[in-house]
């Protein structure tokens, strides 16, 4: 399992939708507690051997490297985050806007959920300081400065990027100034979780899957048809926003 695992070089995360899977068997795994000689359960047992069975479909998938930039009206940075209970994830598009808009993956990231069981929202809040991370590598990287745009479906996590907690809850403080150290809060929206697509890189593809997936490549189908103008933050309300946090911080 080890062998065939390291023999996957994804270092910019194009598949991060289908590794993720095996780091949560490798995670599955660990905490089972199992000796090399012990029999694996059947639920692990049936995943690994789904995945081993689709690997070659990796092999398959086409990313676009060259960025054509030079002639484009204007270019944009959308970056995604999300959680599930397994995984947190970020994921990184260009959009090119010339004659027509054309979006291009550009990377991803993807971590396990601890091994100690946390809350949702705060899962959500470490794929948004993921995604903060990664956006800081990839600017610094290619020395670009272009819009930016990063996406959230977590209420809970806006409020707390936009109105942090002043006390009381040091684990979303430490992360707040993270987060605003690498970013403007100006720059984080909302999104609906059916249009986010960091949420398959947190609830994982088999490879056959995330060959099948036309929009994790070439880029979500609403992203092409985005218009700044229109973007806003999700409104909260002041008793909204306390609602929020009330429950946030109980969890």
Same mark, same amino acid.
């Given at each position: 399992m080890l062998s065939i695992i390291a023999r996957i070089f994804d270092p910019l995360g194009f598949v991060s939708p289908s590794t993720i899977i095996l780091k949560i068997i490798l995670q599955d795994?660990?905490?089972a507690g199992l000796d090399w000689d012990d029999e694996i359960s059947p639920d692990i047992l049936n995943r690994w051997?789904?995945?081993q069975a689709e690997i070659s479909c990796l +092999?398959?998938?086409k990313v676009t490297r060259y960025v054509q930039t030079q002639?484009?009206?204007h270019c944009e940075?959308?970056?995604f985050c999300d959680a599930s209970s397994k995984a947190y994830s970020a994921v990184i598009y260009l959009r090119v806007v010339s004659d027509s808009p054309h979006l291009f993956l550009m990377a991803s990231k993807t971590r396990v959920a601890p091994v100690q069981t946390i809350s949702?929202? +705060?899962l959500e809040?470490?794929?948004a300081l993921l995604l903060a991370e990664l956006l800081d590598i990839f600017k610094k990287s290619l020395n670009i400065t272009h819009d930016t745009f990063l996406w959230c479906d977590s209420t809970i996590t806006l409020s707390w990027i936009n109105n942090p907690p002043v006390k009381g809850n040091q684990y979303v403080q430490h992360r707040v100034g993270k987060i605003h150290a690498l970013t403007s809060k100006e720059s984080w929206h909302h999104i609906p979780g059916k249009l986010n697509p960091a949420d398959w890189a947190t609830r994982g593809l088999y490879p056959k899957q995330l060959l099948e997936n036309s929009e994790?490549?070439?880029g979500p189908k609403w992203l092409h048809d985005f218009h700044s103008s229109s973007n806003s933050f999700i409104p909260f309300s002041e008793n909204l926003f306390h609602l929020f946090l009330l429950i946030s911080l109980n969890h």
């Open positions: 795994l660990w905490k051997n789904r995945f +092999k398959q998938i002639n484009a009206k940075i959308h970056g949702l929202p +705060k809040f470490c794929g994790w490549v070439a």
